[in-house]
């Protein structure tokens, strides 16, 4: 008689149901008492567990793509992420980490060969300020910014941003003194500029004076060593971009912009100096010099010339020194111009 009454076991959708129902209770529960509250808490917790186990799979079991699209749809067809993100905080630090995996996994999750997350966060761009903005928040930040990089996977997540009021923040972020989160806040600026290039590119066209001033001035010029490092890799990596051609060309036009450059070259670390090679050979490679960077670059030429002959790297590699012969080229050959 026993087996009779075993409960059925739950679907991907009732553990759904249930985890927002207990979001929507943890979010209002102001004035619940504190032995129901933490009972629920509890239950929560659980819930999230068993999201994570059913996306992700376990040691004993590979995930199961029906069970996965079910709890995907289910997911998404209400606002259990809305109602995720604003109590994250609320989580303790083991259900933050499994929420934090349960929306990254959602991202990538497909039913009938769509996107869905990214159907709905078309819908409730505003979640990204909340993600966003949780770099001020010392405890959330590396949650939040995680789900942020997972988000912007999606090209209108990753163009609301780029758009928004708060990507001139990351600016600050990167340089915050927390290391891990400046860390994690470099990851997902990187991942914003790198990933969706026609969305990058139109964005970097239309922003380009306030951008650049700004990442010349607060990370190639800042007095921390890894950020001056991390900021003229992603430059190279944006200007050497094919996509990213019309900014390339705008950028080596500026006799500002090579100033700085020059002082990179200079520097006593020798990654930071590749990395801004790599950049100036932009501008020696530039047929159409303005007649201020022929100017800089003749008046420095014994000393580019002896700094490049003086260039010691550990791993050096054929196509760099095929770059470097280019450049030395480049620079012997310049003829001072008068200006017309």
Same mark, same amino acid.
């Given at each position: 008689m026993k087996g009779l009454f075993k409960s059925k076991p739950r679907t991907p959708v009732d553990v759904v149901r249930q985890t927002r129902d207990l979001?929507?209770?943890?979010?209002?529960?102001?004035?619940?008492?504190?032995?129901?509250?933490e009972e629920k808490m509890a239950d929560l917790f659980k819930n999230i567990r068993e999201m994570k186990s059913i996306l992700y799979g376990s040691s004993e079991a590979e995930p199961v793509a029906e069970a996965c699209a079910q709890l995907t749809q289910e997911f998404f067809r209400e606002n259990t992420l809305r109602l995720l993100i604003i109590c994250l905080p609320k =989580?303790? =630090?083991?259900?933050? /980490?499994?929420?934090?995996?349960?929306v990254a996994n959602l991202q990538r999750?497909?039913?009938?060969?769509?996107?869905?997350?990214? %159907?709905?966060?078309e819908s409730n761009l505003d979640l990204m300020d909340i993600l966003m903005a949780g770099y001020e928040n010392t405890e959330m930040a590396l949650h939040y910014g995680a789900m942020l990089r997972e988000c912007i996977r999606h090209q209108v997540v990753a163009k609301h941003v780029l758009e928004s009021q708060h990507?001139?923040? $990351? +600016?600050?972020?990167?340089?915050?003194?927390?290391? %891990?989160?400046?860390? *994690?806040?470099?990851?997902? $600026? /990187? !991942?914003?500029?790198?990933?969706? /290039?026609?969305?990058?590119?139109? $964005?970097?066209?239309?922003?380009?004076?306030? +951008? $650049? !001033?700004?990442y010349n001035s607060k990370l190639l010029?800042?007095?921390?060593?890894?950020?001056?490092r991390q900021a003229v890799k992603l430059l190279g990596d944006m200007l050497l971009d094919r996509?990213?051609?019309?900014?390339?060309?705008?950028?080596?036009?500026?006799? *500002?912009? &090579?100033?700085?450059?020059?002082? &990179? =070259?200079? !520097?006593?670390? /020798?990654?930071?100096?590749?990395?801004? +090679?790599?950049?100036?050979? &932009?501008?020696?490679?530039?047929?159409?010099?303005?007649? *201020?960077?022929?100017?800089? &670059?003749?008046?420095?030429?014994?000393?580019?010339l002896r700094l490049f002959a003086d260039f010691n790297f550990d791993k050096v590699y054929e196509q760099f020194e095929a770059d470097k012969a280019q450049v030395v080229k480049e620079i012997e050959a310049l003829e001072p111009r008068e200006s017309s």
């Open positions: 979001l929507v209770f943890v979010d209002r529960s102001g004035d619940a008492r504190e032995s129901k509250r =989580l303790n =630090l083991e259900a933050r /980490k499994d929420a934090t995996q349960v999750q497909q039913v009938h060969s769509r996107l869905i997350a990214s %159907d709905y966060l990507m001139k923040k $990351f +600016f600050d972020y990167i340089q915050l003194p927390n290391f %891990d989160i400046a860390a *994690d806040a470099a990851a997902t $600026f /990187k !991942e914003l500029l790198t990933r969706h /290039k026609s969305t990058v590119a139109d $964005f970097l066209t239309k922003n380009y004076d306030w +951008f $650049f !001033e700004e010029e800042s007095n921390n060593y890894i950020t001056r996509s990213n051609s019309a900014v390339m060309t705008r950028y080596v036009s500026s006799r *500002d912009n &090579l100033r700085i450059l020059m002082n &990179l =070259l200079r !520097e006593s670390s /020798k990654s930071i100096q590749m990395e801004a +090679f790599h950049v100036f050979k &932009l501008f020696a490679a530039n047929q159409n010099k303005p007649l *201020d960077i022929i100017g800089i &670059l003749v008046a420095n030429r014994s000393k580019l």
